[in-house]
């Protein structure tokens, strides 16, 4: 009988009350190190947060202290990273120009009001309206295992990253310019433009929406990318907010219809084992809420016999975006983002942080 996955230790990464820190992303590095990167701002909606990185040596045992990697004066918030064979390194940005509308128009209570009063404030300064322009999906490059990063280009953005495919192109599936669908956009190199391949789009787009997609090869060469299923009338809580996923068998220039799987969570990250089988991670965002994983043999077909709980401890809904990496066969660090529980005084002061679970995939 095959050993059963087992959660070998939980970590805190990095954790400081004074910072909302999210949306992680990993990568193992061309000179063997894990890069980690994410966004840290002040709240979940502060109108200019930054991008760092973290760097470990010891398969994620030990951290280096964040490194400001993109910081303009908006919003740069979601990050993903691509690794290439040469060893670049592609980080995808995605940076939000926020206006005042968007503060005056959340529901009383989300924030104190001298909180919000300071964020119109900030937005209405005539130095952050004249950075507008620099709104939208980045990419910039590092040639030294993301010590130092290029000036800014346009690309695609990206959650997680994407992948150098069996021949060396690159693949990366987005969702910020293809409003309620994905659509998949690949390049021989990440200094020439990129284009896009296809659109996924999502089959009931009257009540929800496809986003935040992940994208993997398998050894066979069949890509696999794993879309978020939002329902319009926002609601994490629903039954019905399964992962799907779609895959192509020619390098990503055509799909097969998107399907839905059993996985119920999100976003999802999709990491392909040594061995060849696949595994999911995810962001469960009900009671009891946490973080999730579940392995595939083939990487198209999911049971929820397969899923592990990897924890179940967060204080409320708000986690997840795990990125997972196998830090020897069958050892996997699966990275989220999380709460801890909430100060009894200030709700907005316990700021969520950077967390770890390790765990061993069960043997084939």
Known sequence: MSAPSSILCHQTIYHDPDYYSAWPAVIRA????????????????????????????????????????????????????????????????????????????????????????????QVNDPRYIAAADRQGSWTIISNDHGHTWSEPKPGPDSVHGGIALHNSSLLVAAYRHTIGHCAIYGTPDPETPWVKFADIKCPTPDTHRFGEPHIAQLPSGRIVVMMRYTAIAYDDTRDDLKLWQAWSDDNGHTWSPPERTDLLGFPPHLLVLHDGRMVCSYGYRRSPYGERACVSKNGTTWSLSDEIVLRDDNANHDLGYPASVETEPGEILTIYYQKPALDPVDKHRHKVGIFATRWRVASP
């Open 30 to 121: 061309g000179n063997g190190d894990l890069l980690l990167s994410f966004c840290r701002t002040r709240q979940h909606l502060y109108p200019s947060g930054s991008i760092v990185t973290m760097r470990s040596r010891d398969n994620g045992r030990t951290w280096s202290e964040p490194v400001v990697a993109y910081d303009t004066l908006i919003d740069d918030r979601e990050n993903g990273l691509t690794v290439l064979p040469d060893g670049r390194i592609i980080m995808h940005i995605w940076s939000t120009f926020w206006q005042a509308a968007h503060f005056t128009g959340l529901p009383p209570g989300s924030y104190p009001p001298d909180l919000i009063e300071s964020w119109i404030k």
